[in-house]
């Protein structure tokens, strides 16, 4: 199960993986990851499978019952032959709860939670971050369908997530934010922002400062456009003189000085991440 999931993006397998030391990885050839569904490979003893029950019915092989966990499952399969179910807990980021509470504050009030997860995992989870609205069980394309579904309902998502099932629904929101520390390549080449450091609080970070950035933008266009216009209507009534070319060419290049003094107080935007209290 370990080595199948060295071969998989997907938050679970990664989990299987850091359970057997590398040394111990068999050699895996012809590796096929099932969006949303699981990995299949081929080993010495032949063809393995690891992945959602889904993934099994897919393949055409028999297991036994779902166990009632919860929590993350993943059956393992071995040519053709079912071989146990995987039962894993999910844990939840320790920042996650205050992140989502700060992006409510700065007014991104509507949350929701796409899961490839069951649905007692999934509400677990949500409950426990303050989520009400749930989508568990989610493949990738019900993710991206969601998502556009949520744009031509007039909003605008910033979609979060790291894995390859999350690459078609950061790509199809308004702002895509990838988690940067062990998070798919194609999801972080899917999406806008990749957080380097993955703490959820820098969500509140990027929404600050990019709302402090067109603040600065619309500052500088009201700056640019405005002394433009003076400067064409001193020239137009005869107020800048003989001289007035001149006078007019040193006030643009002012107008110019000013937009870059107020562009680069962005570079004074600085916020540290304080210590929570679990790390205290």
């Known amino acids: 199960g370990g080595s199948l999931g060295s071969a998989s993006s997907h938050p679970v397998s990664r989990a299987l993986a850091g359970l057997v030391a590398q040394e111990d990885f068999l050699l895996l050839t012809d590796i096929h990851e099932r969006q949303g569904l699981g990995v299949v490979a081929r080993t010495g003893q032949g063809e393995a499978a690891l992945g959602r029950p889904e993934l099994f019915a897919q393949l055409g092989i028999s297991t036994t019952a779902v166990p009632d966990h919860d929590g993350p499952i993943a059956g393992l399969a071995l040519n053709g032959e079912f071989l146990a179910w995987l039962l894993l807990a999910d844990s939840v980021k320790p920042e996650a709860q205050f992140a989502l509470g700060e992006l409510r504050e700065l007014g991104l009030s509507r949350q929701l939670l796409l899961t490839g997860d069951r649905h007692s995992v999934a509400q677990t ?4 971050v303050g989520i009400s609205d749930v989508e568990a069980q989610a493949l990738p394309e019900d993710k991206l369908n969601r998502v556009l579904k949520e744009i031509d309902s007039g909003f605008r998502p910033m979609v979060v997530g790291d894995g390859i099932n999350d690459s078609l629904a950061l790509k199809a929101g308004v702002v895509g934010v990838a988690m940067g520390a062990g998070g798919a ?4 080449a899917s999406a806008d922002i990749v ?4 703490d959820l609080r820098r969500l509140g970070t990027c929404v600050r400062l990019s709302r402090q950035c067109r603040q600065t933008l619309q500052v500088n ?3 640019g456009l405005g002394w433009t216009l003076a400067i064409v209507a001193f020239a137009a009534f005869g107020w800048l003189g003989a001289a007035g070319a001149m006078i007019a060419a040193l006030l643009h290049n002012l ?4 937009v870059l003094g107020n562009a680069g107080r962005l570079l004074r935007f600085h916020e540290p ?7 205290v």
């Open 125 to 128: 989870l949500a409950r426990d």
């Open 185 to 188: 390549d194609i999801a972080l």
């Open 195 to 198: 957080l380097i450091g993955s």
């Open 221 to 223: 266009v009201i700056i």
């Open 255 to 258: 107008s110019t000085l000013l």
């Open 273 to 279: 991440l304080l210590k929570l209290k679990d790390e």
